[in-house]
């Protein structure tokens, strides 16, 4: 057995070192040289992989049908926002009704607020699957999408907490790209050694079948339970972000089509893949700013419009219906990238074993 140091010094822990090296320099590089438009652009990414991420935890690994995601960032979006807001912002904020005492005074750092978004919006996913959960396929897909709209419905009547319909504007922009993509490589951190462990191959055996999981002594229901938990926490960790980054919340954001944004991110990158949902989500984030052209006035020649509204998500719809009928499983299928995957195609060099049963490169 290779001694541990030799195990942590091995080519592809390095090589991962590296990685996270580069993207710090990268994200350095990026935040000195482009736009404000541009790095705003860069945040959205980072909370679309987030989102993508803790949707395909249930979806892809776990093998839920789940359509209430929008309705757990809501919760984490104003939960962070109002802890955050100081005393001066929500009198400024509520004007119809005042808030209610209770949370009148409360002003806490983004950090702690952050944390218990997700942690509230976690509450709430293992409440729902506890009830939820004992329900299959389409019967949960309903529940969920329910539960989504019902928050939607809370947020929007509850004036004295959330300010109703009016929502809430003028929130500090914490979410710098730092802090994006510092949650989001956290995410994808936790997420892999958390599929690689004994509770991801537990979610992948009852995804494949739950009564053969069952039969191995998988507790079945409180795997799902664990799983929805933990989605919905990540959930509202990405709404907190979100809320902080467009400064300003209201209850229309957090409609059933924001869910439906995601599943398109999740179902193009790879049910089961946390590598596909990685490049969908900054590829679908991008591709959405980038077509917004198409919205506007065309000149194709023969043909010319004055602008029509939508367009962008027609042409947008009609790609993603290609690579579906094209690649049903997604651009990644169940794969996952590895720095043996470059080695087999020529951008690494190959690794040879050694005469110890080490590693070395070619």
Not at 38 to 48: P, V
Not at 69 to 78: P, Q, S
Not at 311 to 338: K, W, Y
Request: proline share 3%.
């Amino acid at each position: 057995m290779p001694a541990p140091s030799k195990t942590f010094f091995s080519r592809n822990n390095l090589l991962t070192l590296g990685a996270l090296a580069g993207l710090l320099v990268l994200l350095a590089v990026f935040e000195k040289n482009f736009d404000t438009f541009t790095m705003q652009i860069f945040k959205l990414c980072a909370i679309n992989v987030i989102l993508a991420l803790s949707l395909n935890l249930i979806n892809g690994f776990t093998g839920l049908f789940s359509l209430g995601h929008a309705g757990f960032m809501a919760i984490g979006a104003y939960t962070c926002a109002i802890l955050t807001m100081s005393p001066v912002q929500k009198e400024v904020n509520y004007m119809l009704e005042p808030i209610v005492p209770w949370l009148a005074n409360i002003h806490i750092p983004f950090v702690p607020a952050l944390l218990l978004a997700g942690l509230l919006a976690g509450l709430a996913g293992w409440v729902l699957g506890f009830i939820a959960l004992r329900l299959r396929d389409d019967y949960l897909a309903i529940a969920t999408l329910g539960f989504s709209e019902i928050i939607r419905v809370v947020l929007t009547n509850v004036q004295n907490i959330t300010n109703g319909s009016l929502g809430l504007k003028g929130l500090p922009r914490f979410t710098t790209m730092w802090w994006a993509w510092g949650v989001a490589v956290a995410t994808i951190i936790f997420l892999v050694l958390l599929i690689r462990s004994t509770y991801g191959r537990s979610f992948k055996a009852i995804r494949d079948n739950e009564i053969a999981a069952e039969a191995m002594g998988i507790d079945v229901f409180g795997m799902k339970v664990l799983s929805f938990a933990i989605s919905s926490m990540l959930a509202g960790i990405a709404g907190g972000l979100l809320a902080h980054h467009l400064t300003t919340i209201d209850p229309k954001q957090f409609i059933f089509l924001k869910t439906f944004d995601i599943l398109l991110i999740v179902v193009l990158g790879g049910v089961g893949s946390i590598t596909g949902s990685i490049i969908a989500a900054i590829a679908v984030t991008v591709a959405m700013e980038a077509l917004r052209f198409l919205d506007g006035p065309l000149n194709l020649g023969v043909w010319q419009t004055a602008g029509i509204p939508g367009m962008r998500m027609v042409f947008f719809s009609a790609l993603l219906m290609v690579v579906i009928i094209f690649r049903q499983r997604g651009l990644m299928g169940t794969n996952e990238f590895s720095w043996d995957s470059l080695a087999r195609i020529g951008l690494l060099p190959r690794r040879k074993a050694s005469a110890d049963g080490g590693e070395r490169g070619a």
